[in-house]
């Protein structure tokens, strides 16, 4: 009698359903506001590296097509990856981690430098996950304006 009478008030008490169902639905919110949140450090890495490539092809763009040498090429480099063309020393941690970036190469009429770069993103949610980075390939091109 007394069993029944406490299973029956188990039954019909509703008290700790909001827990339950909390419980149920709290490992998909923090899941969603991770990823919300790692996808939005991708897009920050991914618009910075995006912005520090225009910053350097614009660079080369402004120096004449026939007097483009190697030590403009290492400057757009730097620029790309330090964010100034010149690089202390020791050289500090790169604000972009540029993995490699291709020479510049001028084509065309009117004259076009264009610059590519793979910038390497790795995020800790997805290699908890197993998975490896991401990988942004960015290009930018630019007409030459030499001044």
Known sequence: MIRRRVLRSFRESERGATFVEFALIAPFLVFATLGGIEFARAVSSYQTANESMRVAVRYLARIPASTTKSWAVSNAKNLASYG???VPTPAPTPIVPIANVNNPTASGTP??????ADVPYTSGLLSGFGF???TFHISHQERVIGE
């Open 84 to 86: 100034s063309i010149t």
């Open 111 to 116: 004259t076009v430098v264009t610059m590519t």
């Open 132 to 134: 490896s980075g991401i």
